[in-house]
């Protein structure tokens, strides 16, 4: 059975940072690409970043390019998310999620963990 269990959220002022972590198991986790989705409340689920299985290709959502930076430990079955100059749009709840492929391209189909949840205020 697949699992994902995320960490790392919690409440911070603009401009702050956090690092988020999920842990995975059940499944090979270095064959794998993973991502990062959020979803705010309200609102539908946003793509945020991917990492393929080997680490060496990443990708970013416009609205966090620059900002946030995506990375894996295969050999500790982990992923993570740096986020840095948080703004207070970058609230949300944070899930990683697994991909079908080494690409860890992201479908409504994806396996996701049950999240972390980021709050961004003053």
């Known amino acids: 059975e697949v699992q994902l269990v995320e960490s790392g959220g919690g409440l911070v002022q603009p401009g702050g940072s956090l690092r988020l972590s999920c842990i995975a198991s059940?499944?090979?986790?270095?064959?794998?690409?993973m991502s990062w989705v959020r979803q705010a409340p309200g609102k539908g689920v946003e793509w945020v970043s991917r990492?393929?299985?080997?680490?060496?290709?990443?990708v970013y959502a416009n609205s966090v390019k620059g900002r946030f930076t995506i990375s894996r430990d295969n050999a500790k079955n982990t992923l993570y998310l740096q986020l840095n100059s948080l703004r207070t749009e970058d609230t949300a709840m944070y899930y990683c999620?697994?991909?079908?492929?080494?690409?860890?391209?992201?479908?409504?189909?994806?396996?996701r963990g049950q999240g972390t949840q980021v709050t961004v205020s003053s």
């Open positions: 990492i393929t299985s080997g680490g060496g290709g990443t």
């Open positions: 059940g499944f090979i986790f270095s064959r794998y690409g």
């Open positions: 999620a697994k991909g079908d492929d080494y690409s860890g391209a992201y479908n409504a189909r994806s396996t």
